[in-house]
């Protein structure tokens, strides 16, 4: 095992910087989770696994910087679905502004895949934007940039149509689209803040697999036991409700991700990687069974 770094982790409490959390534990890593509150069952949990808390807000840079200060590295990331592009481009700038005040060593940013291609699609542009900033602030950096995740299949979007033996998604069913899991994005981030030198300056776009409609439903068929059909439908059944996301499901369709898979392989061997067929297989996919209801109870 390399020696070991006290990484600070934004997002700890979500799914990515969860599993950020458990792949530097697992490594036998310091981890000190960024939180707003201190005191929520999900930061006793954290507790509970030996994780530091600190206590910050976006919109309190001196609480970024003290969280910040005394440590080795940062994993930052943020997100437009709480309060959309312009609050997560702010974020994201915070936390690098942050990093650079506190002398961290090295700054780890999780964006998307394909954000520096001029995609149109504002979560995309918004994360960019973040990207171009660090570039010129001077930290430290590594940019990780994961494609679909494998993990939204169980989201509440996907789920119902599950329950009705539907895969649905706005985009053709012999599409092929680049997923990847989340433990992946876990472990290769804890990878590259192990091999700092080795990726300071970098930009990866990180994926597992590449299965298209068809694909996914008859393997989530395979492993639920269930008939699942994949169901195709157009981009602008979106549109009403998401410009944003009926804009990247079209964008997924015309041009699409392009990270190196194979090369990903071979760069990172220590990244236990999943294919969609191996995630589908540890998920419990009894969740199937219960009604939303009971899942939110």
Do not use: C
Request: no cysteine; proline share 4%.
């Amino acid at each position: 095992m390399s020696q070991s770094i006290n990484v600070l982790v934004t997002g700890a409490t979500g799914n990515q910087g969860g599993a950020v959390v458990q792949a530097l534990l697992n490594r036998g890593h310091q981890v000190r989770a960024l939180t707003r509150n201190s005191a929520s069952p999900a930061a006793d949990r954290l507790r509970e696994q030996g994780v530091e808390i600190a206590v910050g807000d976006f919109s309190d840079q001196d609480s970024l910087v003290r969280a910040a200060r005394g440590v080795d590295a940062v994993y930052a990331m943020a997100t437009p679905f709480e309060g959309g592009v312009e609050q997560e481009t702010a974020q994201g700038i915070a936390v690098a502004d942050a990093a650079k005040a506190a002398g961290v060593g090295h700054l780890v940013y999780s964006s998307v895949a394909s954000a520096d291609r001029a995609t149109g699609i504002p979560h995309f542009e918004s994360k960019y934007e973040i990207e171009k900033h660090i570039l010129s602030s001077g930290v430290p950096y590594t940019i990780i940039a994961p494609v679909f995740f494998m993990d939204n299949m169980l989201l509440p979007w996907v789920l119902p149509g599950l329950r009705q033996g539907k895969l649905a998604m706005a985009m053709p069913a012999t599409r092929s689209l680049q997923q990847i899991a989340v433990a992946d994005v876990g472990d290769i981030a804890a990878s590259v803040f192990e091999r700092r030198d080795a990726f300071i300056g970098r930009r990866i776009d990180i994926a597992g697999d590449e299965p298209t409609g068809d694909e996914a439903a008859a393997i989530l068929s395979k492993v639920t036991g269930r008939e699942i059909r994949y169901e195709g439908f157009s981009p602008d059944v979106l549109r009403a409700e998401s410009e944003d996301m009926a804009l990247m499901f079209e964008w997924f369709d015309t041009t699409g991700y392009a990270a190196d898979i194979k090369g990903l392989r071979r760069d990172f061997p220590d990244v236990k990687w999943h294919t969609f067929e191996e995630w589908a297989h540890k998920q419990d996919w009894t969740v199937l069974d219960r009604s939303s209801s009971e899942i939110a109870t």
